[in-house]
């Protein structure tokens, strides 16, 4: 009976390695850009979500984003004057550090402030992140809520979610098919470091914890044919400072 093709084994050392080739591209692409964009944006990312990066990427279809390793994007934007694509590329280097991407546009610089100032969706907190707020299921009969709105608009927690309550540690009992508490209960507080648990709950009753927040630390514009570099309020603690157009910036370390 012949072999079925199915069941062909083909080892890991035979599989063509992408990390360079993607890295040769990466640096490719951001070469091209730096001759086609007058402006350049420095961005990182709080809560990082890929639904909501996409929404950015979308509303943002006419610009170009690079989000990837900060010593590829270093070296395509050059380590000085002589190695890189546009006048003082190179100046952006000392804010390449962290999860950062690279925005390319021809938007004006006030309009993309603009729009990730008010781009702040809420999300499902994950583990491991701190608590933005305080919240807590109160006594009584449990809603679908947990008291996040008023009794009136909600409805009372369906009898069989009291089992997974109570593993997740919430004294709950059922009284007459309703599930109550003797006492509030203090899901998290603010400033707390969240567990695996606490984050089921707060997703359990609908409460979005995790601001998705894209911060600018810097931008490079090339409108006056110049080659400047601005900082961003917040970004190394300066406010808007223009750089020193021909000072050096700083390359990550291996």
């Known amino acids: 009976m012949p072999r079925s093709k199915r069941a062909k084994v083909v080892h890991l050392s035979k599989l063509d390695k992408k990390g360079k080739e993607l890295k040769q591209k990466t640096y490719q692409n951001i070469q ?3 001759g086609q964009y007058q402006h350049i944006f420095v961005f990182s990312i709080d809560n990082m979500r890929n639904n909501l990066l996409k929404d950015v990427r979308a509303e943002l279809s006419d610009c170009r984003l690079f989000f990837g390793k900060t010593k590829v994007m ?3 934007l050059g380590s000085s004057d002589a190695t890189e694509p546009a006048g003082n590329t190179h100046l952006l280097s000392k804010y390449l550090y962290g999860a950062v991407g690279l925005i390319f546009t021809n938007r004006e610089p006030a309009e993309i402030l603009s729009y990730f100032d008010n781009y ?3 999300d499902f907190a994950r583990a491991g992140t701190v608590a933005s707020r305080t919240f807590t299921i109160p006594a009584g009969v449990i809603y679908s809520r947990g008291g996040e709105i008023a009794v009136e608009e909600d409805v009372p ?3 069989t ?3 997974t309550l109570r593993k997740l540690g919430v004294p709950t009992r059922l009284v007459k098919g ?9 899901v998290c507080k603010e400033g707390a470091t969240l567990g695996s648990a606490q984050t089921t709950l707060l997703k359990m ?3 979005a ?3 998705f927040r894209v911060d600018i630390r810097a931008y490079w514009t090339n409108r006056d044919g110049t080659g400047k570099v601005v900082e961003v309020q917040g970004a190394n603690g300066n406010t808007n400072d223009e750089m020193d157009m021909h000072g050096d910036g700083e390359e990550e370390e291996e």
């Open 32 to 34: 091209e850009c730096a």
């Open 74 to 76: 270093a070296k395509a």
């Open 120 to 122: 702040r969706p809420l």
């Open 157 to 159: 927690l369906a009898h």
């Open 161 to 163: 979610i009291e089992p």
């Open 178 to 186: 309703r599930v109550e508490l003797e006492s509030d209960y203090e």
């Open 205 to 207: 009753f609908g409460v």
């Open 209 to 211: 914890t995790a601001e």
